[in-house]
């Protein structure tokens, strides 16, 4: 096995407690502060909205669901191997339609009350008690759902969560509230496992990155791009975000 199989990861999470909006970025004491949102928009965007959601907040509507990324950043090393530092407690929800009112998806809208579209504690998903930014686009109206109309609301949400992402490079690990590391390697006499995930690869209006510079990060390798060729990796890299499914 090559050396990519036998590197170890290890992922320090840093508690996030309270969400302060409109404020100077900064973490401290367990509080995440963050500015207000950009005027300048992408092209294909007319507006983003910032909402925190606290768990015992009221239900509300939201627009259909584009994604739900956790708050990570590389430290140390390519993705899947040196170290990862992560924000614990916090998630970002991004959601998006555009001016008619059209939702943002191809096979399935899950536009509607949160609580029905989003059940908390689920892989992927915010834990019971977790904080959760909602980041909401709109997008230009008359235009096709395309590739890149989805890729602008995409890009927006990149945007947002860059800064976020130099604030945990800049963490003291030892400062970390928890860390976990996995290790990888073969096992003398024990049967070997492989995974096959199929991801959609037609690319009307979505796409999957592959390998990443960040964890669940955008800038990758596109599996379009790619001719849909299969991509070997390893189980450290699928923990620390070598997937990002743009759908």
Partial sequence: MGQ????????????????????????????????????????????????????????RTINTIMDILPLSAKVLGALGEGITHTFLGVYVLLTGCDETGRQMHEFGASNGLLTEKMRRGRAGTPGATDLILHLDVLLQGQRPLDRALAMAAFQTCEDFIAP?????KQLPGERAHAVRTFHQGTRKGRPGVLLVKQVAGQGAMYDTMVLPKEPAGLFGDSIIDLKNRPQLLTPNEYRDGALRSLH
């Fill in 4 to 59: 990519r199989f036998q590197d170890s990861l290890t992922v320090k999470g840093f508690l996030v407690r309270e969400v302060r909006l409109n404020a100077p970025l900064g973490y401290e004491d367990g509080v995440l502060s963050l500015p207000g949102l950009k005027k300048e928009h992408r092209e294909g965007v007319v507006a983003t909205t910032l909402t925190r959601i606290r768990p015992s907040d009221p239900d």
């Fill in 164 to 168: 976020i992402r130099q604030i945990l």
